[in-house]
C-alpha cells in the first residue's frame, strides 16, 4: 500500500495518497473533533509511510 498514515491518540487512523494529504485530513479532524489547532510540523511529525 503507498500513501501515508497519521494515527492520532484517540484512535482514529488518517490515511492519504501523500503527505499533504494525510497532514491536511489530520489538521482537520484536529479542528473538527478535539478543538485544536494542530500546525503543519506538527502533522508531519506524526506522518507515516503506509
Known sequence: MSG???ECPC???L???DEDAV???AQ???R???DMELTDEQARA???PS
Open 11 to 13: 484512535g482514529t487512523v
Open 15 to 17: 490515511r492519504g495518497p
Open 23 to 25: 497532514v491536511a485530513q
Open 46 to 48: 506524526m506522518a507515516r
Open 32 to 34: 473538527a473533533v478535539h
Open 4 to 6: 501515508h498514515t497519521i
Open 28 to 30: 482537520n479532524h484536529a
